[in-house]
C-alpha cells in the first residue's frame, strides 16, 4: 500500500488528487489530507438546500461538491480526512465495514473504543467521530472518511442545514448535539498532528506502506477548476427557477429529494437529490423518466435495478414517492 499525505488544505485541489489517484492507478493507497473550512456535499445532494449559504460567504467558508454520496460535513482543520483508494473484493457493492476496520482497530490502538453505527458513521459513547462514503467504479473502490479532532461546532452548527427528518429519527434537536470530538477521548497534550502522526504510523505498521508525494498534472488541475465551477457545486441551479413539484421522504438508506418540472401527471424535468449510496450514475434514472406520464412510470422503471442507482432502494418505493401528491 501507498502512503499520501497532502499538505495543501485547498478542498478543491484535495478532492481533484483524490479523484485522480482512484481513476488512474491500481496500488492500494491511504491518504491523509485536511481542508480549510469548507463544506463538502455529497455527490447526488442538492447544494442550495444543504447550507446556509449567507453564513458561508460571511465566514469565508468555501463550498465543494465530492463524487461520493452521503451527506454534507464540515471541514476545518480540526478535522482530519481519510482515504483508501483500493481494489473492491465485492463486484457491484459497497463495503463501509472492512474500510472502516483499519480506522477503528487505530482508535483502539489509542485507547478510543468506536464503533461502525448506521450506514456510514463511526461513533464513540452513542456519539459521531467520524462520517464516511464510497464510491466505485469497475473494480476500483474509494472509501473516504473524516475525523472529528476539535471541530468548532458552533460553526459546523451554523452552516449546515440537516434534514430535519433526520434528526428527529434520531431523537435529537440539531447536529452538534449528536457529534463529539476524539480530543475529548485523548490525552491533553494530543494535537491534530499528532492524530495523523499516530495514523500513519499505525499503517505503515499495518500494511507495510511505501511513502509516495502527491502528483501534479494538467488533468489534476483541470479536475480542481472543475470542482470549483458553479456548474458543478450547484447542477440543479436551472431546475430550481422551473420545478413546480418537490416530493421528498426519509428511509433507513438516507433521503431522496425528487425536484420536478410537470405539466398535468407529465414529468418534463427530473432532478432526484438526497444524501443516498449509489453504484451507477443517477442520471440515468433521471433519463429514464424525462418525458413519461405517471401512469408510465413503472414501465419506465422495469428494466432498471434501483439499487444499484439508490442503494437500498426498492422500484415499488421509488414508484410510490413518484406518484405521491
Known sequence: MKLLILKTDDPYLNLAIE????????????????????????????????VDHCFAKEHGIRIARRITGGGAVYHDSGNVNYSFISPAEKEGTLDFEAFSAPILNALSSLGIHASLSGRNDIEVDGKKISGNAQHRVGHRLLHHGTLLFAVDTATLEAVLRPNREKLKARAIRSVSARVTDLRSYLPTDMTVEGLIDHLCRYVENAFHTQRILPP??????????????????????????????????????????????MKNDKIFEIAIKGDFFGIRPISELEDALRGARLCEVETRLSSFDIGAYVCGMQKKELTELLCAE
Open 19 to 50: 479523484e485522480y489517484l482512484f481513476l488512474h492507478t491500481e496500488e492500494p493507497i491511504f491518504m491523509l489530507w485536511q481542508n480549510a473550512p469548507s463544506v463538502i456535499i455529497g455527490r447526488n445532494q442538492n447544494a442550495y438546500a444543504e
Open 216 to 261: 501534479t498534472n494538467e488533468e489534476i488541475d483541470a479536475l480542481a477548476r472543475r470542482n470549483a465551477s458553479r456548474e458543478w457545486i450547484y447542477p440543479e441551479k436551472d431546475l430550481l427557477s422551473r420545478y413546480t413539484k418537490v416530493k421528498e421522504r426519509r428511509y433507513p438508506f438516507g433521503s431522496v429529494e425528487l425536484l420536478l418540472e
